[in-house]
């Protein structure tokens, strides 16, 4: 069972196919298309994004994700035109049952899954840097679903901090492709 059926149980029949066939990873989905990247403008969203190793901005740009599972949970390797962000993903224990913990540099987000208008959304439940729960006032705003538009998988993703906006917005539309 995947990581992804895990969590939404039952719920998980009723994605679109192309986006259970992108979270059923047993091993290593690859996948490719194209997609773009936005910063913020405030001069502090641009240094952190910087910081946390996210991507630059660019319009429609190759991209290829590698979503890959192991013993610890799964990765999410996206290379946008050579510029790579890395994820880990996992299931909640504890009082973060039944939700997904998505990990980057200092930062896990806690983060639950529902089914909306035929697509995956995320909706943040609560953050930590370096272990510590920050207070609801500094989480940053988060916007994101994956869906299905003609065939293609789509992945959109908004982040935003308080006092400073937008930090990074990446979507993508990618179908799977053999290597």
């Known amino acids: 069972m995947s990581l992804y059926q895990e969590l939404l149980g039952p719920k998980y029949l009723q994605l679109p196919p192309v986006v259970q066939q992108m979270h059923e990873v047993n091993g290593e989905v690859h996948a490719a298309g194209t997609g773009s990247i936005d910063r913020g403008s405030h001069p502090l969203s641009r240094l952190l994004a910087s910081l946390l190793g996210m991507p630059k901005p660019g319009t429609w740009m190759p991209v290829h994700i590698t979503f890959r599972r192991d013993e610890e949970g799964e990765w999410l390797i996206r290379d946008y035109d050579g510029q790579v962000l890395t994820t880990h993903q996992g299931a ?3 009082a973060d049952a039944g939700m997904l913990l998505e990990g980057f540099g200092p930062v896990r987000l806690v983060i639950a899954l529902d089914i909306e208008d035929d697509a995956l959304a995320f909706t943040l439940k609560s953050v930590r840097l ?3 729960p920050l207070p609801r006032a500094l989480w940053p705003r988060l916007q994101a679903y994956e869906s299905e538009v003609d065939g293609w998988y789509v992945s959109y993703v908004d982040i ?5 906006g937008r930090l990074i917005r990446y979507c993508c539309r990618i179908k799977p492709v053999t290597e």
């Open 92 to 94: 909640g224990e504890g």
């Open 160 to 164: 935003g901090l308080p006092f400073i």
């Open 130 to 132: 370096l272990g510590m």
